[in-house]
Structure formats: C-alpha cells, structure tokens
C-alpha cells in the first residue's frame, strides 16, 4: 500500500539522521586528545540531533498538508519523484544548518555580523524554497529551478574572471568546475520543465 505524502521518505530520513547523531555523539565522547576535549561538544551535537528530529517531524506535518492542498485542487498523491526528494534533502540541510550558522554567529560572534549578509541572502530564499516544496506550491519548482541555474551563471562568472587573471588551475580542477557547471544547468533545466515533476504540483503531465 503506497504511503501518503512522501511518509516512507520521511522514516528513512528519520532513520539516516539518528545514524548520523547517534555516531558523532559516540565519537566525540570517545575522541581521546585535543583542546577542549570532545567530549564538551556532545551537548551540541545532541542539540542539533534532536533538532534535525524536530525538523523532519515539522516537515512531514508540513507535506501532508501540501498533500491535501493538493487533494483540495484534484491532484493526485502519487508517489514523490526523486528530483522532489533530493530538493528536500537539499534546502532541508541549508535551511538547518543555515539557522544554527546564523544563531551561533549571531550569540557568539556579533562583531562580525556583516558577514552573514551573503549567507543569509542565499539561506532565505533557500528556507521558503524548502517549505514551498513540501506545501506543494508551484512557485517552489520555478524557485528551485532559477536558483541552480543562477548557481551555474555565477560559477561561469566565476570561471571566465579565473581565466581572465590568469589563474594556474589544473585541468583536472577545471574539469571538475565544468562537470558542476553542466549537472547546476541540467538540473535547473529538469526541474523547470520536467512533466513529472511539474504533476507533483499541477496534476499536468504524463
């Protein structure tokens, strides 16, 4: 029977998180040397474990809400395509780790609060991204979509400026600056124009 609202993901998303914070926990309490020693930071670690729970929970609190806003305008459930889960995945990480980056600058570091101006320019449309896809808002795809492409037009910017100065980049590094460019394009262009995925939102396609 086919789970509603992405529900298989979210427990596997639940399951891989716990790995993850149950394994630094144990590291850091075991990690023998440094200063200050690892163990302090296992508070932290639980902090930003249980967080990521909360997260996950909202998250899917949130997705089945965007299934029956869907429902309520005859779009069927369906199962998620895996661009959907992966742009989860994806703005679901910058939007955490984005809020504890920010908080912790915020507490800790506020001499160098104008810092944050860039990162908090990226983490916003990122975070209302995170949430339009899980509300199933169409804006989020086109959103989703723009904000890879834009990351391919800065890093061509970035490229042609590094040829420009004559910068002594390996091949391989520009092989490997090339192949990101060419996945940022063709993603941007999938999620833009995909019919699967613009069915998850507007019950279109095939």
Known sequence: MQQPAG????????GVWAIIGAGSCIFLATAKGGHPPGLVFVPV???IWLAGHSLLWVSHKLAIRGRR????RNIASGKWPLAIIFLVLVFGVIF????????????????????????V?????????????LLRQDWSRILAGSGFLLLAAILLFEMVASAMRAY???ITEWA????????????GQYVLRSEKIKAFYSGGGH
């Open 7 to 14: 529900k298989n993901v979210f427990r596997w998303m639940h």
């Open 45 to 47: 670690a639980a902090v």
């Open 69 to 72: 806003l869907a429902e309520s």
């Open 96 to 119: 955490i780790f984005g809020l504890f980056g920010i908080i912790w600058q915020v507490i800790f570091e506020r001499d160098a609060l104008l810092e944050l101006v860039i990162p």
């Open 121 to 133: 320019s990226y983490w916003i449309p990122s975070s209302i991204c995170f949430f339009g896809i």
């Open 168 to 170: 002594r980049n390996s």
């Open 176 to 187: 490997m600056v090339i192949v990101i460019f060419i996945l940022l394009v063709l993603f």
